[in-house]
């Protein structure tokens, strides 16, 4: 097997770009968009556990489809559906509209998490892959960090309407780049996307030990990250009084450490050392978080620091994760990916609607539901990592 040209792997990190943006982009506007709908800050939130719904619901279709059909023209089909989302959510009249839009919208985009892996499984040999999933993990960290600041930038000179046409627009571009610039990715075999196929494809799947490890790995990691992610603007915003641009900058803080954790295990002669090294910051990180938090220090760095170290468990294992699935050569390859994928984002989207319902609203609180999974990330980690004897 050859590796594709640098242009493919290009578009295949620019492709993962497209969900990220559509998750935080419009963060800073959160404020703005809750007046110009007549609704609460609370109620926009919500409308990212809709994204992340959306996101899980196209991890699973992505996959079955993949099974079939051509993972790039997939690709530049959902790239097409993230532009309609973006679209219906510009002229969104109120905010139960603007929820659907966003599940539109990460029906479409998010297809990249799975798609753009299953490229990599099917046109580059095994040597390379670890490489380009540290390169797609720091990309995903970088976007969510760096799309709050612009969005802050944006906002300033354009409606948040006017930011969700630009993301349309966005989707529309990369859709035909991706055709352009990628080589096709059929499956070896193709599976049709029946029920008794897919049925097979998912107890083939959690027949193996190391997917139920992984996906339990990558779960907990999603879950603290997107958390923050959701409650960013409530909490820096909110409660330590940041400005837009504040608010920005602030995000860029944590993604260091998730980019940290990526660069690590990528460096490492050993994934196994580098993943338990990257817990033990996620474990610090946790308790520092809750800590300063009870402190009652009054500046936004008592969050973004400690999240900066816990953090580097994330941006480790969600590449070490993603390589563990890849590796148990399933013959359902697409339907194994999905699963894999709506368990991780059903996980972030499910623990941000319990944590949403219970209305914490202190920065104690929300410091707690935050540290919680990256201690949970910390200790199954380096329970199932261990040397055997």
Partial sequence: MREPGRWTTVMLLVAVTAPQLGLSLLNPSTPQMALDLHTSVAAVQLTLSCYMAGYA???FAAGVLADRFDARTLQALGLLLFALGG?????????????????????????ATVLCRLVIQRRYPA????????????????????????GSALVQVAPW???????????VVLALAFLQLVP???????????????????????????????AVVISLAWMGYFLFIEQSAFILQGLYGATEIQYGLLLIVPALGYIAGSMLIRRSASARTAVRLGAAGSAVGAVALVALAAAGAPTAAV?????????LGVGAAIPFAQNGLLELDLQAQGVGAGLFFFIQMAAGAAYSVVIEALHLRSALSTSIAIGLPLLALATIIWATTRKRR
């Fill in 57 to 59: 619901v196209s991890m």
């Fill in 87 to 111: 679209l219906v959510a510009a002229s969104a009249p109120n905010v139960a509209v603007l929820g659907a839009a966003r599940f539109v919208q990460a029906v479409g985009g998010t297809s």
């Fill in 127 to 150: 040597d390379a892959r670890m490489h380009l999933l540290t390169s797609l993990s720091i990309v995903i960290a970088a976007t969510p960090a760096l799309s709050p600041f612009l």
């Fill in 161 to 171: 309407r006017g930011l969700f046409v630009g993301l349309a627009a966005v989707g």
């Fill in 184 to 214: 096709r990715a059929r499956p070896a075999v193709p599976v049709p996307p029946t029920p008794r196929a897919v049925g097979r494809g998912i107890a083939e799947a959690l027949s193996r030990r190391g997917f139920h490890r992984h």
């Fill in 303 to 311: 969050v973004v620091v400690p999240l900066a170290i816990g953090f």
